[in-house]
């Protein structure tokens, strides 16, 4: 069966809509800037075809009960909220049910940083994931592995495929030890050595690495992808890969917007 074939045929045949809100900070490199960007293109294109409408703000002050009162679901696309409010609006927003799809950066904090864990409920309960812990370097594709085929953000996903280029994150908390996190993509171990270097410790030999969950409590899903490729080494600064090339994150990502934007518990 190709991909989104089954979701596509539900599309052409309702006329129920959601409504999709996407954050967005876009200043902070470039290589979060450029899926950002992508991002922007392809989401709208995304919704014409499965019937929801996007829309997407820099304004993080929107992050607001009245603003996000029109939303089904709310996407992070690099960065997180930092303001007390907007923290709160948001955490309420998913407390009362709403849908939320976090990609990449969204995850990070590290102490001391310009983006510090400062934010208990956010890094701890609903992302369950704690602070940055190391990286690889430089973005390379990696071999995923489905590790929930049950669940219906996976439906129509291979066993294992493989992933657009990015910069792999790890984590300080053992997300397989919280009883309320599925994991639902990993690193398949045939990825490794994962990372080009030059420094030895980006490159990941083994491990558990997950990179795509969801929390029991949240209509919530988490990807690390959201780190394009660029020349950095001949200071081009060009784009070498685009995260929304691989037909398989795809599929994942417009599963969990179908199932989230549903109202489905």
Known sequence: MPFLSVLEL????TDSQFNVIAFFTG???????SFVNEANRHFPEMARKYHFTYDSTSNWDNLNAQFLSKYQVVLFLDTRPETPGQ???????????GGWIGFHFAAFALTPSAYPQNWNWYHDEFL????????????TS????????????????PATFKAS???????????????????????????????????????????????????????????????NDIDYENKTNKELSFSFDNEAQNQLIINALMYFGSGKK
């Open 10 to 13: 539900q599309a052409q045949n």
């Open 27 to 33: 200043k902070n490199d470039k290589a979060h800037i």
């Open 87 to 97: 923290r709160a609006a948001f955490q309420k927003y998913m407390e009362d049910g």
């Open 128 to 139: 369950g994931s704690g602070q940055y812990k190391s990286n690889t370097w430089r973005p």
């Open 142 to 157: 990696a071999i995923l592995k489905v590790e929930d085929p049950s669940s219906p953000l996976t439906k129509n996903l």
């Open 165 to 227: 280029p990015n910069e792999w994150y790890g984590w300080e908390k053992d997300l397989k030890a919280n009883p309320d996190i599925s994991i639902l993509l990993s690193i398949d171990p045939a990825s490794f050595p994962l990372g080009t270097g030059p420094k030895q410790h980006e490159i990941w030999h083994s491990g558990y690495y997950p990179v795509v969950w969801t929390h029991a409590k949240y209509k919530m899903m988490y990807l690390n992808m959201g780190h």
